[in-house]
């Protein structure tokens, strides 16, 4: 879900920009925010995982990402926005971090390589993928579905 997340709102630049009253390239750093935070998280969550295990890392990860979709969602300027999203990228890398070692400890050895397969190309379709799916929710119902989307996403998983 992290590159998923971080590309979700590229199609609807414009109309934040106009709701926030602010320019368009202001509005491409929230996304260039969140690829920043998600570079630099995962040298966090590792280490905190091996140490504290997996689970309360990801539970910590989709209540937190939860509430920061949530903030999003309701950001009445450019400011609690980019705060709010950098919550989300910061609490959604756990994915990234340690999403290799959950496959690798969940598949026996002959499976491990076709479910590292397929969790590496739902990494790489996040990017294309996000997009495509919320330009028609942006534009058919309002880009800050796009945070309510993302974060029912987080309250279901």
């Known amino acids: 879900m992290s590159t998923f997340t ?24 929230l996304t260039s925010l969140q690829i920043a ?3 630099v998280a995962p040298l966090l969550w590792k280490p905190f995982s091996n140490t504290y295990g997996r689970r309360p890392v990801f ?23 980019a705060l709010c999203r950098a919550i989300v ?9 340690i999403g290799s070692a959950v496959v690798t400890e969940t598949f026996f050895k002959q499976d491990r390589a076709r479910y590292m397969g397929v969790w ?11 997009p495509f799916v919320f330009g028609f929710v942006a534009n058919d119902v ?15 998983t």
């Open 37 to 39: 935070i998600l570079g």
């Open 120 to 130: 590496t190309l739902l990494v790489t379709l996040g990017v294309p993928l996000s």
């Open 142 to 156: 309002g880009y800050r579905w796009i945070y309510w989307i993302l974060a029912m996403v987080s309250a279901e």
């Open 59 to 81: 539970l910590l990860s989709l209540i937190c990402s939860l509430v920061g979709n949530i903030g999003c969602a309701k950001s009445p300027t450019y400011a609690t926005m």
């Open 6 to 29: 971080a590309a979700a709102i590229i199609p609807a630049y414009e109309t934040i920009a106009e709701d926030l009253g602010t320019s368009l390239q202001r509005i491409t750093y």
């Open 89 to 97: 990228a910061f609490f959604i890398s756990p994915a990234a971090a």
